[in-house]
T-cell receptor, first 112, second 109 residues
């Protein structure tokens, strides 16, 4: 069953803690993206990667980090520097940067 | 600056009424525009893109460069159209896809 999988579905972060959100795809897509979804603000781009071992900052990259060591995987780390991490995080992928995006089901991150 | 604006957070119409979800953009080059939709308990998915000039589920959207708009229209709304709709713009230089704030469409019986 091909698709894009995000885990976990729910995640809780303690003060000062780094947490990592997983995003895996078996669609053989080159490009992968991380968006943050807040009520009333739509989707805002955090990071994106057009090819393995390369990634670019989006509009709200501060307090986040990513890696793209494998084509299938694009994990997002929410660091302690991100002061307002509570949000719904969406991962997406596309065959090339000009193709339509396929989205994961999302991870809800909350702060304890 | 590249920006997508959807001025309405919520649009509520009765079944059978026409629908227009507004989208305005700012972009200096030739934009590529999309509408994505998220139905209840489903993933966000592509509805249509302007270069295809297609009609999906009765929805159409025309790019108006003069007014920098890409409004989504349907002549007769159905209850199953109730969803969150996002307008998006792709930057030709970077490949970034920028989304608007989203509009919730509520179609009442």
């Amino acid at each position: 069953d091909g698709g894009i999988t995000q885990s976990p579905k729910y995640l809780f972060r303690k003060e000062g803690q780094n947490v990592t959100l997983s995003c895996e795809q078996n669609l053989n897509h080159d490009a992968m993206y991380w968006y943050r979804q807040d009520p009333g603000q739509g989707l805002r781009l955090i990071y994106y990667s057009q090819i393995v071992n390369d990634f670019q900052k989006g509009d709200i990259a501060e307090g986040y980090s990513v890696s793209r060591e494998k084509k299938e995987s694009f994990p997002l780390t929410v660091t302690s520097a991100q002061k307002n991490p509570t949000a719904f995080y969406l991962c997406a992928s596309s065959m090339r940067q000009d193709e339509k995006l396929f989205f994961g089901s999302g991870t809800q991150l909350s702060v304890l | 600056a590249q920006r997508v604006t959807q001025p309405e957070k919520l649009l509520s119409v009765f079944k059978g009424a026409p629908v227009e979800l507004k989208c305005n953009y700012s972009y200096s080059g030739s934009p590529e525009l999309f509408w994505y939709v998220q139905y209840s308990r489903q993933r966000l998915q592509l509805l249509l893109r302007h270069i295809s000039r297609e009609s999906i589920k009765g929805f159409t959207a025309d790019l108006n460069k003069g007014e920098t708009s890409f409004h989504l229209k349907k002549p007769f709304a159905q209850e199953e159209d109730s969803a969150m709709y996002y307008c998006a713009l792709r930057s030709g230089n970077t490949g970034k896809l920028i989304f608007g704030q989203g509009t919730t469409l509520q179609v009442k019986p």
